[in-house]
């Protein structure tokens, strides 16, 4: 199996820009559909972009399209996720997934593996 830990989160200001990391350990990344969901306080955790397994599709929830993209280095083991133009409403914890699935997942259900998650505060 797969462990993931998230880093990169933090403080930032309406506008600013902060780039989270997944680190995988255990086996390869590659081996795995990958995905980025966050969860505010009070909300059901949330769907934000996700990765193919072999890396040739991704797909990015309408809410953060054109602000964040979902990238992967195989050679890090690591999965990306890249956070541009950073809003209020992006505040959330984020957490990574890896799955078995071949495509882009979208549902958190079809998630194996998780990370602890990761702080995203943005202020206005």
């Known amino acids: 199996q797969v462990q993931l830990v998230e880093s990169g989160g933090g403080l930032a200001q309406a506008g600013g820009s902060l780039r989270l990391s997944c680190a995988a350990s255990?086996?390869?990344?590659?081996?795995?559909?990958v995905g980025w969901f966050r969860q505010a306080p009070g909300k059901e955790r949330e769907f934000v972009a996700a990765?193919?397994?072999?890396?040739?599709?991704?797909y990015h929830a309408n809410s953060v399209k054109g602000r964040f993209t979902i990238s992967r280095d195989n050679a890090l083991n690591t999965v990306y996720l890249q956070m541009n133009s950073l809003k209020p409403e992006d505040t959330a914890v984020y957490y990574c997934?890896?799955?078995?699935?071949?495509?882009?997942?979208?549902?958190?259900?079809?998630?194996?593996?998780w990370g602890q998650g990761t702080q995203v505060t943005v202020s206005s």
């Open positions: 997934g890896a799955g078995r699935s071949t495509v882009v997942a979208v549902p958190a259900r079809t998630y194996d593996y």
């Open positions: 255990g086996r390869t990344i590659g081996s795995y559909a």
């Open positions: 990765m193919s397994r072999s890396g040739g599709s991704t």
